[in-house]
Each structure stands twice: as C-alpha cells, then as structure tokens.
C-alpha cells in the first residue's frame, strides 16, 4: 500500500562522471547546511520559557474537597480497581463524631497512596470516580531524587482548603455530557472487570 | 643578536602562543554553536552571555576529572603521547607569516616567528611527527579499540601526505621557493595561488581535512564504531589536550591553506587606499585572520554537512583518487611551466 508519493525506487545505476566527482553533491549539500545556518532554531529554552498546556493536560492528580471544604474521597477503591497500573493503595476509616466538617460522607480514606512511579497518566481514576473526588490536573509531577518519595500520599494530594485546584479548564462541554451519563461507564467498567475476574 | 631582537622574538613568540591557544579554545565554542546553528538548534548559552564563557567551563570541567591511567598500559609513553600531540600542534605555527615586517624606528620587525628557507620541508617533518602523538597514545593505552583507532590514524595521516606532499611539490614548482614568508610575498594584490593551482589547492584541502582528523575523514574517532579511537584509554585533561590538539591543527592549517594558496596577509587592492607600512602590516594580519577565521568555519560546516567514509572508501579516495589527480596537476604544472619553450619545438 502506497502511504505517501515521496516513496523513491532503489536504483543502482552507475554514476555518471560529474556524479561521481562527488563535488557538486557536497556543494549541494553545503548550501543546503548554509541556509539552515540563518533558520530561526525550534528550541524553547525551558526554565525561561514554558510551553503552554492543554487545557485538559493530564499531570499531577488532586484529592478535591467539597465547597464546605469537606474531603469528598468515600474511599471506595473503584479509583484502584479502574487504575491499570495499579499505582492507588488506600484504607478506609469510619467517620467519629466530630470529624463532619473534614470528611463529607461516613466513611474516608485513612491514608490514600499514589505511585508516582507506577502511574501512567492515563485518568482512568478520574473517570471511576462516583464522588467527584479524585481529578487529574495541569500540574507536572516533579522529579525527585528517592522512589519513596515519589508515592504520593494524602499530605500531597488532597488540595488545601485555602488554596483550591482550578479544574475549571477541564471541565468542556464534552466532559460534562459525559459525565452527566457518568455512573454508566464506571458500572460498566466495574462490571467487566467483576467478569473477567470470574472467568 | 642583541637583545633588542631577543625581546622582540620571545614577544612575538608569546602572542603566536597565546592567540592559538585563545583561538583553538573559542574553535571549541565555535563548533558547537556552529553545530547547533546548523540544526536548527541554540547551542550552549548558559555560561555567560551567549555562553562565552563555555571554553572556561569546559576547561574547568577536563582539569578537575578523575585522572585514570590504566594499569596495564605503558605509563610513560601513555603520558607523552598527548604530549607530543600538543607540541606538534603548536610547532606547526612557528613558520607562518602573519603580516609583512612593522617598521618602528627604522627598525625591520616582521610578523613572524622565524622564516626558515626550507619552511615547507619542516612544515611536513612536524606533521609527520604528529602522528606518533597518536600512535603511540594508542599504543601504550593497551586496549584494542585504542590501538585499532591509532592505527587507523596513522594509516590516514601517512596515506594523504602523499597526496598533500604531491600538490605542495606543483606549488613549489610556480612559486620557486620553499619559503611561506617569500610564498606570502609572491601573492601580493590578487595575484593568488588558487588562480594558478586551482585542483592542487583543492587536493590541498582534502588532504589537510585527512590529516586534521576532521570530518568527513574522523576515522580514528569513529565514536559509533570504536568506542572513541586511540583516546579511549583517556580520561581528565590528557584527553583534553589531543581532543585541543586538533582545533590547535585546524588553526594552524586554516593559516597554511590561507598562507599557501589564499594570499596570505595579501588583499587585492588594499594597497591602492593605504599606503603607510605599519597600517598595512597590521590591515595584513586582519586579512589574514579573517581568511583563518573562515577557514575554520569552513572545516565546521564541512564537518556538519557531510557523513563519515568507510574506511575501504577513505583509502581508494586517497590512493586512487588523490594522488593520480595530484601527478596529474604536477605534470600539467610542468608543461604549463615549459609551454614557450614546447611551442618552439613545434
């Protein structure tokens, strides 16, 4: 199948003599070098400049609070069971009196890990999510000098109640249609994962 | 020999010294802007504006490694061989003329280090000894890829001395000197070398890129296929000093190809607007630097522009090929040379 006309047919003619002086070739070629000499360079020069991401760039995840500034994660492991990479570990923990203003519903996440290391970025997690709780955000996950340190707990992840995440640009018209039908894909999701684990 | 010329000597030696050093370490610089300008790159901009300050860095960089010497190799040898690399490197530019004589006082003073009568034949005995630089720093390391890499090296170098030696003999034929301060002198105004030699300039060349180890003759580097050829063994600045040799010889055979068959100090008419000597002299250098100036950048962009031989092409290239054409020009010189002559006998 023919994917482009740029394609060209081996041939090994004998080359003529002004071919095979090679000269004209390499004065070609230089002059092809020479006017790359004056081209404006593609580089972006990294810590000055910063290329801009996409709106719905998928980077470092958050944990998000509710307006109240409750923790809305209900630790209920379908972020785990959705993750391929299975880089989420969490453990439940019920709610005591008193706790209402930190946690939304009865039970939450004690402790909720990610590796950073093991995570492919792929959002899966975000889409499992019944609660709304767990997103993907324009922000790089760092580098970092020991594998320990780049499992993610809730210390990191969960966002500061002064200081909230926008997820606004994330948010298009196709997001919301899609996650107005929302607890479909996820149940889906469940469903074939519960029946692949049967067979 | 006063002492008056003893100062003057050592003075000028000096500035030779340390305006090839100076060169060569901006050569560096050079390179890799030029590299990266070339592909559409920036190259290093860190260190200093513009990164001008990189050669620094770098130098910095080479004093400070972990110097290792192999325990297998030959310790003194593998000590002398950068060594001799160095010192050939900068032997090279004892001969070249860099400007006519400055007149101070009444007193002659010519831009040069010494001009031997035979500066052609001394040219060609120092780099000869170039190659044992990199022989022998092959040899001693006692490593295969050093050795095949050294090998390689000097194998190249001899072949296209051939080749070069044949197309300086055309040049001394219409020169009549061995001379490259007389060389200089004969090409005043445009009167230059490459109008009467011109396929002997370009074998010139070639072989001078050959015997600089430069692109696309880098065999003995060969980095994709040796390791890194006769320096593998090398590490800290006796790496730094054969990787500086060869922009030292890059310098130094930009002056040589100027000074042979580009005019030297010599520009075409300049001597219609100045008329002063030491201006001239001075204006000279200026020419002269200018010409070196472009012929190293003419080196990187060869460099840039053209892919490796094989090492069965590098060879016909230099035995069938360069040296057939320089016979070739030696003879056509001659009868060029005896044409009035050969009309009469006709």
């Known amino acids: ?199 | 020999m006063t002492l008056s010329f003893f100062i003057y000597k050592l003075i000028i030696v000096l500035i030779v010294f340390v305006m090839t050093l100076v060169v060569a370490m901006y050569s560096t610089y050079g390179e890799r802007k030029i590299a990266a300008f070339l592909q559409d790159r920036v190259g290093p901009d860190r260190a200093g504006p513009f990164g001008i300050l990189q050669p620094l860095a770098d130098g910095v960089k080479m004093f400070m490694k972990e110097e290792m010497i192999p325990s297998v190799s030959n310790k003194v040898l593998f000590i002398i061989g950068p060594g001799i690399s160095m010192m050939t490197a900068f032997l090279t530019g004892v001969i070249i003329p860099w400007g006519k004589s400055l007149n101070i006082d009444g007193v002659e003073y010519p831009l040069q280090i010494t001009d031997l009568n035979i500066s052609i034949l001394y040219l060609f005995g120092v780099l000869s000894i170039g190659v044992y630089g990199i022989m022998i720093g092959g040899w001693a390391s006692n490593n295969k890829f050093s050795l095949l890499g050294a090998v390689r090296a000097s194998s190249q170098m001899i072949s296209y001395e051939v080749a070069m030696g044949l197309s300086v003999i055309a040049l001394i034929m219409t020169t009549g000197t061995l001379s490259l301060g007389e060389i200089a002198a004969q090409q005043e105004g445009w009167h230059w070398n490459v109008v009467f030699q011109p396929l002997g300039c370009l074998i010139f060349i070639i072989c001078a890129f050959a015997e600089t180890n430069r692109a696309p003759f880098d065999l003995p580097e060969c980095e994709t296929e040796l390791v890194g050829g006769y320096h593998t063994e090398y590490s800290s600045m006796k790496l730094g000093f054969f990787l500086f040799a060869e922009y030292i010889n890059m310098f130094v055979s930009s002056a040589i190809i100027s000074t042979f068959y580009f005019g030297g100090y010599n520009m075409p008419f300049i001597g219609r607007f100045v008329h002063d000597q030491n201006t001239l002299a001075i204006l000279g250098f200026v020419f002269l630097f200018a010409k070196i100036i472009f012929g190293i950048f003419f080196f990187m962009w060869v460099r840039w522009t053209l892919p490796r031989f094989r090492y069965d092409q590098l060879m016909n290239l230099g035995w069938k090929t360069l040296i057939p054409l320089s016979i070739l020009n030696l003879v056509l010189t001659g009868l060029w040379m005896m044409k009035d002559e050969l009309m009469k006998m006709f």
């Open chain 1, 1 to 199: 199948m023919q994917l482009t006309n740029r394609s060209k047919v081996v041939s090994k003619k004998e080359m003529t003599f002004m071919e095979s002086l090679y000269l004209p070739a390499i004065a070609s070629g230089m002059m092809i070098t020479l006017k790359h000499l004056f081209k404006k360079p593609a580089t972006i020069k990294y810590p000055e400049q910063i290329r801009p991401f996409s709106g719905i760039y998928r980077g470092q995840h958050v944990l998000k609070r509710d307006e109240k500034g409750a923790e809305r994660c209900t630790a209920c492991g379908l972020c785990a069971i959705a993750c391929p990479a299975e880089a989420i570990t969490m453990t439940a923990a019920e709610r005591v009196k008193g706790e209402e203003h930190l946690y939304r519903e009865e039970k939450y996440a004690a402790t909720y890990e990610i590796n950073m290391l093991r995570c492919i970025f792929c959002g899966d997690c975000e889409e499992a999510c019944p609660k709304e709780a767990i997103f993907l955000t324009d922000r790089k996950v760092d580098s970092l000098y020991t594998r320990k340190e780049l499992v993610f707990g809730k210390d990191i992840l969960v966002e500061s109640i002064n200081n909230p995440i926008d997820l606004s640009k994330r948010q298009t018209e196709g997001v919301k249609e899609f996650k107005h039908h929302k607890e479909f894909a996820h149940n889906q999701l469940f469903a074939d994962k519960a029946k692949a684990i049967k067979h």
